[in-house]
């Protein structure tokens, strides 16, 4: 099994992991040498890595908007 094959089953430890899985993923494919397979295993586990730090922005990004009174409240998406 590849190295790209076994990373595209874990999940990032956070977002930094993910941006961090993601640029290194984009090197690789704009480098232009990776085999065939290789390169449509990394565009898919670039697709998950992108869809995973779009949701902790959005996650962040809602979590500043709730506010109640002078205070932030803490944002619980399983809540919702």
Do not use: H, W
């Amino acid at each position: 099994m590849s190295k790209t094959a076994k990373s595209a089953a874990a999940a990032p430890a956070d977002f930094e992991a993910g941006v961090v899985e993601l640029e290194t993923l984009i090197g690789a494919l704009e480098a232009g040498q990776l085999p065939l397979e290789e390169a449509l295993a990394a565009y898919q586990r670039g697709q998950q890595l992108l869809k995973f730090c779009e949701g902790k922005l959005a996650n962040a990004e809602q979590q500043l908007k709730i506010l109640e009174g002078e205070q932030l409240k803490p944002f619980n998406p399983e809540a919702q």
